[in-house]
Nanobody
Framework: QVQLVESGGGLVQAGGSLRLSCAAS????????MGWYRQAPGKQRELVAA???????NYADSVKGRFTISRDNAKNTLYLQMDSLKPEDTAAYYC??????????????????WGQGTQVTVSS
């Protein structure tokens, strides 16, 4: 089994910063692309930022220059540094990873896994 666990959400004033983490654990053979998504009440889930296994990144236009995605492949951990936060960044943030897992002598996947989400609230 594979599990993604996010942490680091919370309440912050506009202009502040937060750092989200997402730790992947379980029978992991390799992790390909990883990403952060967010979903505000009444809105669809949207991509915030993504990173390949080689470190290439892309960002939603709304967060470019304010958010930075990174990963530690040795720790199977994904990060999102969020600076200059705005009230419109308020949402539940979810991490996503494309993972090949080990199952006995077999490899299964790649399959997409999601974390349970962490709430980010930015007050004005």
């Amino acid at each position: 089994q594979v599990q993604l666990v996010e942490s680091g959400g919370g309440l912050v004033q506009a202009g502040g910063s937060l750092r989200l983490s997402c730790a992947a654990s379980g029978s992991i053979f390799s992790i390909n692309d990883m990403g952060w998504y967010r979903q505000a009440p009444g809105k669809q889930r949207e991509l915030v930022a993504a990173i390949t296994s080689g470190g290439s990144t892309n960002y939603a236009d709304s967060v470019k220059g304010r958010f930075t995605i990174s990963r530690d492949n040795a720790k199977n951990t994904l990060y999102l540094q969020m600076d200059s936060l705005k009230p419109e960044d308020t949402a539940a943030y979810y991490c996503n990873a494309n993972i090949v897992r080990k199952s006995g002598s077999y490899y299964v996947g790649p399959s997409v896994y999601w974390g349970q989400g962490t709430q980010v609230t930015v007050s004005s």
